[in-house]
């Protein structure tokens, strides 16, 4: 058990008129007589109760109204129980320490946690579920900075063993990835973690020299990162308009508001994932430039109208 939880509940029976003392804590949890005066000192020193001794009750009460600083917050309820909530919706929820943190702020926060949990509902699309066996050995690996043994299966299918120094978790678009240099290919890789196989820690601690390159980080736009190749400019018209204007796509976006719409420029390093972003607005979605990325909109629009043409035959 925590200090915090051990507090909380001193906390609690002194609320309810309990007296509790040193041998009360002590018992409850199951420790030792000079662990709970040591919380008992933190509830008093560091969190600055109001504590006083009845000799005749033989406990602590508060001279003072006191309350926990986290306790009866609503934005400190609302953000714990929203944290609570993203890790399920994030494919965490089968993790040990997720289902524990869950129980312990149900019965430690307020009772007001649990009316805020049902009340908050929290939605990702296209959440994949992890193997939370696997997702643990990289937490630990990453922790611990050790290197790790994955068998990978490519967006192809291909199957390979990958012996990679973890350096940084990431969570895109509610799917989980990690970035870790390949011994294989000499350099750093992501890892989309929803197709690794298995994960297996290894005693060897990352060597020296072994860091993750954050120069590039964020200099372009979507998962797949590197120094910008070029700036894309995509007009939106219509209801796409109205909606990218509360969008962020990226942190050194530039966005005009034009008589037809809203012109979007941002920088790009691989443009497989803007491609598919830019048709999900069909016709309201025009690419200005570059050249190459018009091109590539083409060609992706003239094989879907392929397939639809393909239809339109066998039903004649």
């Known amino acids: 058990m925590s200090v915090l939880e051990r507090v909380f509940y001193f906390h609690r029976e002194i609320l309810t008129g309990r007296y509790p003392n040193s041998r009360t804590l002590a018992d409850h949890f199951e420790m030792s ?18 504590l006083a ?15 926990l600083p986290f306790e009866e917050s609503p934005r400190i309820i609302f953000l714990l129980a929203m944290l609570g909530k993203l890790a399920g919706e994030a494919g965490l929820g089968e993790l040990q320490e997720v289902k524990q943190l869950e129980q312990r702020l149900s019965t430690m926060i307020s009772a007001d946690y649990r009316t805020v949990v ?82 297996v820690l290894s005693d060897t601690n990352i060597p020296e020299g072994i860091s993750l390159d954050r120069t590039t980080l964020g200099l372009s736009f979507g998962i797949f990162q590197g120094k910008p190749k070029y700036t894309a400019e995509i007009l939106f018209t219509s209801t796409a308009a109205e ?11 530039e966005t005009v508001l034009l008589e ?57």
Not at 37 to 47: F, G, Q, S, T, V
Not at 270 to 280: A, F, N, P, S, T
Not at 283 to 305: G, N
Request: net charge positive; with cysteine; charged share 25%.
């Open 243 to 253: 909606l990218v204007k509360n969008q962020r796509w990226h942190k050194e976006q």
């Open 260 to 316: 037809k719409g809203l012109l979007l420029r941002l920088p790009v390093s691989d443009d497989r994932e803007l491609v598919m972003k830019i048709l999900q607005y069909g016709a309201m979605a025009q690419v200005l430039s570059p050249p190459a990325l018009i091109r590539r909109l083409q060609d992706e629009i003239i094989a879907m109208a392929k397939n639809y043409q393909e239809i339109e035959k066998g039903c004649t």
């Open 33 to 50: 007589a000079a662990t709970a005066k040591r919380d008992i000192n933190y509830l008093r020193d560091r969190l600055c109760a109001p």
């Open 118 to 199: 049902d009340a908050l509902h929290c939605l990702w699309i296209e959440i994949e579920s992890i193997d939370h066996r696997i997702f643990e050995v990289i937490i630990e690996a990453v922790v611990k900075k050790r290197l790790l043994v994955l068998q990978y299966r490519s967006i192809g299918g291909e199957a390979s063993t990958r012996n990679v120094a973890p350096l940084q978790i990431i969570n895109y678009q509610g799917r989980w990835y990690v970035s870790a240099f390949c011994f294989l290919r000499q350099e750093n890789r992501l890892f989309h973690i929803g197709r690794v196989q298995r994960a």
């Open 53 to 67: 001794f009845n000799a005749k009750k033989n406990g602590f009460f508060y001279r003072d109204g006191f309350q």
